[in-house]
């Protein structure tokens, strides 16, 4: 189930459902310098993807990247006691049985520093989303600030994709644009992210950005 991106990257995608409408959730997985494993919105894992993981090295961090992506954080922790589990700042009001969590950092803390990037998305409360930037892949890792909906769907995600603006279009959801509460933030937020060298975008439903990346991004973060 796990795919290679770039060396010292992998993703692996799940079905799931979501106030009624079928889609995918990606998890993205990086090995650390020391060969530990950083798991990125964790999905529902089996026996095999597991074994896979288990593969590669050992589960040292666990990121609930924003305060909706943390479904399988509990069970993953759980299959991974030695790991750390960093969730969004808020997430730990909403999921007060994710314990014990780390909130993330405004900057990357010691686990990762170096290696892997993040800015926190600003002015988004509702949603409180960090994204991070793999600096030897040059691998921009989104959750649900910008989407790209393309390929063969259900209709119900079909219709979403199309309502929101991203069906077969790299952009803000429309239902992320209407929950900017701070315009300014966002922007200030938007422009740090811009600043890395970016070769592609990962994001946690449907696509990978992979061709014209940096320029595909920053056309859609000025919509906002």
């Not at 793999?134 to 769907?153: C, E, K, M, N, Y």
């Amino acid at each position: 189930m796990l795919h290679p991106i770039a060396p010292g990257i992998w993703h692996a995608q799940r079905g799931m459902t979501a106030a009624g409408i079928p889609m995918t959730s990606r998890m993205t997985v990086i090995q650390l310098a020391d060969g530990s494993l950083w798991l990125h919105s964790p999905i529902q894992l089996d026996d095999a993807l597991r074994a896979e993981l288990d593969a590669l090295g050992p589960v040292r961090c666990i990121v609930a990247p924003n305060k909706t992506h943390h479904l399988f954080a509990k069970k993953c922790l759980a299959m991974y006691p030695q790991a750390t589990l960093f969730g969004a700042p808020g997430l730990s009001g909403k999921r007060a049985d994710l314990a014990p969590m780390t909130p993330l950092p405004a900057t990357a803390p010691p686990q990762w520093a170096g290696q892997i990037d993040e800015v926190f998305i600003a002015g988004v409360p509702v949603v409180n989303e960090t994204v991070f930037f793999h600096r030897a892949s040059g691998s921009a890792i989104f959750t649900d600030v910008v989407q790209l909906w393309r390929g063969p769907l259900n209709w119900k995600a079909a219709l979403y994709a199309h309502l929101t603006g991203v069906r077969n279009r790299f952009a803000v959801p429309r239902t992320v644009r209407f929950m900017v509460k701070d315009k300014a933030a966002f922007r200030a937020s938007a422009q740090k992210v811009l600043a890395w060298p970016i070769k592609r975008v990962l994001v946690a439903h449907n696509s990978v950005i992979d061709g014209d990346a940096h320029a595909g991004l920053k056309r859609a973060l000025e919509v906002v």
